[in-house]
C-alpha cells in the first residue's frame, strides 16, 4: 500500500483531491437526479455516531443495513455517505460519470490509496470500488463498479479503511480488539491474529454475554482513567476451522465461494439480537494465547508491557502514522484496567467462566477504589 498525495488527471490536467471528491459528488447528485427511483436512504449507527447513508441500488444498500444497527432515531448525522452502484444488474449508466470526468482507468492510473498531502482527504481505491473521504464536510462519496467484484470482508466491514480515519478526526480511535460485556461492563480481548480472539467473543456471545466486535473496536477516553469501546459493525468474520467448535452456529453462516480466506459471515445481530451491544466501559483486558502442553484453561496476571508488546502489533497497521496521542491512549487504557493472559487449550465452553472471573475482580478491584 502506498501513501502518497492523491492527484488524478483529466486529460492532461492534473486534478487535486479536492476536485476529484467534487466530481465523485457532482456525479452522485446527478446519477441521483437521473435514476432517483434507485436511491435509498438509511440511516445508522457507526462506533455510537449517527450516519445517514444515500444509496444509488438496491443491493448495494442492503450491504449497509446488513452490517449497520439502524440509528434510533432523533439525531443529526454526523457523517453522510453517499455512493453508487454501476453493477449491471441496477441499470445506472456509467457514461453519466464519464461525463462528469471520471475515467475509471485515468483514476486507477494517477489516484492511490492513502491520504492528500493537507490531511483533509483519504481515498481508498479497491478492485472494485472507488470512495473519497472529506473530513472536514465530513462526508464519503464513491462508486461500485461491479458489486460482484466485492470481498466477503468489504461486504461484512464496508468502508473500514475512510471510516477509521473519520474515527480518529473525532477522538476515537480504531484498536484490533474484540470486545464482549456484561450488564454494561467490558472485557477487551487483544492479540494478533490467531490467537483466539474471534474464537473466545463469540463462545462468550454463546454463553450470554453482550457482543460489540470480534476483530476491532472504536476507543474512546470519556474521562481520565475511563474508557469506552464502541461497536463497529455486527457481524462476526469467523474461520470455518473455528466454526466446527460451534456446530449449532455453523448452519447460520454465510460464505462466499470466491473467498481465499477460509472465513465466513455470522451476523451476531441475527442470531442474538438481545445481546448486542452498541458500547461499554471496559473494566479489564485479556490476551488470549493457545497453549496446547495445559490439560486446561487459566487465567494468570500479565505485565502492562507485555500487553502493549502483544496489542501494538496488530494496531500499528490500522493507520499510517501514529502520534504521541495514539501511544499516550493506549498506554492510558492498559494503566486504567486489569490486564491478564487467558491461556487457551480445550474446547472453548470452558473459556467463558474464566472471562466472568477476570470481570467480576476487576468490579470488585474498582468499587473498593471509588469507595470515599
Known amino acids: 500500500m502506498r ?7 483529466t486529460g492532461s490536467t492534473p486534478l487535486a483531491c479536492r476536485d476529484v471528491f467534487e466530481l465523485f459528488s457532482t456525479s452522485f447528485e446527478r ?41 434510533p432515531g432523533g439525531r443529526e448525522p454526523v457523517l453522510e455517505i453517499c455512493l453508487w452502484d454501476e453493477s449491471a444488474d441496477t441499470g445506472i449508466d456509467p457514461r453519466l460519470r464519464l461525463a462528469c470526468g471520471l475515467d475509471e482507468h485515468q483514476l486507477r492510473s494517477s489516484v492511490v490509496t492513502g491520504i492528500s498531502e493537507s490531511g483533509r482527504y483519504v481515498c481508498h481505491m479497491a478492485e472494485s470500488w472507488l470512495n473519497f473521504l472529506d473530513l472536514e464536510q465530513p462526508a464519503v462519496v464513491g462508486c461500485v ?13 464496508p468502508l473500514e479503511w475512510p471510516l477509521r480515519f473519520w474515527l480518529r478526526s473525532i477522538g476515537r480511535r480504531v484498536l484490533h480488539a474484540a470486545l464482549v460485556s456484561r450488564d454494561g461492563a467490558g472485557v477487551l480481548i487483544g492479540g494478533p491474529a490467531g490467537a483466539g480472539k474471534s474464537t473466545l467473543s463469540l463462545a462468550c456471545l454463546d454463553a450470554g454475554f453482550d457482543f460489540l ?45 470466491t473467498d481465499a480466506l477460509n472465513k465466513a459471515i455470522l451476523m451476531a445481530s441475527e442470531l442474538f439480537p438481545e445481546r448486542i451491544a452498541a458500547s461499554s466501559r471496559i473494566e479489564v483486558l485479556l490476551l488470549p494465547q493457545l497453549d496446547p502442553q495445559l490439560t486446561a484453561p487459566r487465567l494468570r496476571p500479565a505485565r502492562r508491557a507485555a500487553a502493549m508488546r502483544r496489542i501494538l502489533p496488530n494496531c500499528l497497521p490500522l493507520y499510517p502514522t501514529w502520534d504521541g496521542s495514539d501511544f499516550g491512549q493506549l498506554g492510558d487504557l492498559l494503566q486504567a484496567v486489569p490486564v491478564h493472559w487467558l491461556d487457551i487449550v480445550g474446547a472453548p465452553v470452558q473459556l467463558p467462566p474464566l472471562v466472568g472471573s477476570a470481570l467480576d475482580a476487576s468490579l470488585a478491584r474498582r468499587s473498593t477504589t471509588d469507595q470515599p
Do not use: N, Q, W
Open 3 to 9: 501513501i502518497e498525495p492523491t492527484t488524478a488527471t
Open 145 to 157: 463498479f461491479d458489486r460482484s467484484r466485492l470481498g466477503l470482508h468489504e461486504r461484512a466491514r
Open 31 to 71: 446519477l441521483s437526479d437521473t435514476f432517483g427511483d434507485e436511491l435509498t436512504t438509511y440511516d445508522f449507527t457507526f462506533a455510537g455516531c449517527p450516519v445517514r447513508g444515500r444509496f444509488l441500488g438496491a443491493e448495494l444498500a442492503g450491504i449497509f443495513r446488513t452490517a449497520f444497527e439502524p440509528d
Open 213 to 257: 466486535s470480534d476483530d476491532k473496536i472504536a476507543l474512546e477516553a470519556v474521562a481520565p482513567g475511563i474508557f469506552v469501546g464502541h461497536r463497529l459493525y455486527r457481524s462476526i468474520l469467523a474461520s470455518v476451522d473455528m466454526l466446527r467448535h460451534f456446530p449449532h452456529l455453523a448452519p447460520h453462516a454465510d460464505r462466499l465461494e
